[in-house]
C-alpha cells in the first residue's frame, strides 16, 4: 500500500531525449582511446564499413571508428529545425529598402491625416470667427505688467521659504535634532 502511494507521487511525464552523444574512437572494436565525441546532427565522412563499424573523416581531418547502427543518411530533425529556423529568420529580416518603402507609406499617410485634421481646423476656425475686442487695460487701477511681475516673485519666494522652514523643522522633529537634506 505504502509502495503504490510512493509509485503514484513520483508519477509524471517523461520524454525521450533525441540527443545523441556518440564516439569516435582509434580502433574498430570501440575498445581503443576515444578521438571524439559526436552529437546528434554531426555531419562526417564515411569512408569503408567493416562488420558493426563504419570508417569516418571527421570535418577536422580526423580518422575514427562509429557504430553503424548509429548512422544514418537521412538529415536528423533537429538539423532539419535549425535549417528551417534560419530560413524563417531569413524571410522576416527586411531589407533596406523594402524598410524605406514602409517608411515612405507611413509617412504618405501621416501626411493626409495631418492635411485631413488642417482642414477640419480651418472649418471650425471659420464657425467661431468673431469680432476682435478691445486690448484689455495694463492690470488694475492702471498699473503696469512689470510690478504684477514683481509681485508674483516675491509671493513665490515667500511660499518657497513657508515650505523650506516647515519641511526642515518636520525633519528635525523626526530625527531628533538632527538636520537631514
Same mark, same amino acid.
Given at each position: 500500500m505504502l509502495m503504490a502511494l510512493v509509485a503514484r507521487a513520483g508519477?509524471?511525464?517523461?520524454?525521450?531525449s533525441d540527443e545523441l552523444v556518440l564516439g569516435v574512437y582509434a580502433e574498430q572494436n570501440g575498445q581503443g582511446q576515444r578521438l571524439a565525441t559526436l552529437h546528434s546532427g554531426a555531419n562526417l565522412e564515411t569512408l569503408g564499413v567493416s562488420g558493426e563499424y563504419t570508417q569516418v573523416r571527421l570535418s577536422n581531418g580526423t580518422h575514427g571508428w562509429v557504430k553503424t547502427s548509429y548512422l544514418t543518411t537521412q538529415e536528423p530533425a533537429i538539423a532539419r529545425l535549425k535549417q528551417l529556423q534560419d530560413e524563417l529568420d531569413r524571410s522576416r529580416a527586411t531589407t533596406p529598402a523594402l524598410a524605406e518603402a514602409a517608411a515612405r507609406s507611413e509617412v504618405e499617410q501621416l501626411k493626409r491625416e495631418i492635411?485631413?485634421?488642417?482642414?477640419?481646423?480651418? !472649418? +471650425?476656425?471659420?464657425?467661431?470667427?468673431?469680432? !476682435? +475686442?478691445p486690448a484689455p487695460a495694463p492690470g488694475p487701477q492702471g498699473t503696469h505688467p512689470w510690478l504684477w511681475a514683481l509681485a508674483l516673485l516675491a509671493a513665490l519666494a515667500c511660499g518657497f521659504w513657508l515650505g523650506y522652514a516647515t519641511l526642515a523643522r518636520r525633519v528635525r522633529h523626526k530625527f531628533g535634532g538632527i538636520k537631514v537634506y
Open positions: 508519477a509524471g511525464t517523461a520524454y525521450v492635411k485631413d485634421k488642417q482642414s477640419e481646423l480651418n !472649418a +471650425a476656425r471659420g464657425t467661431l470667427r468673431a469680432p !476682435a +475686442a
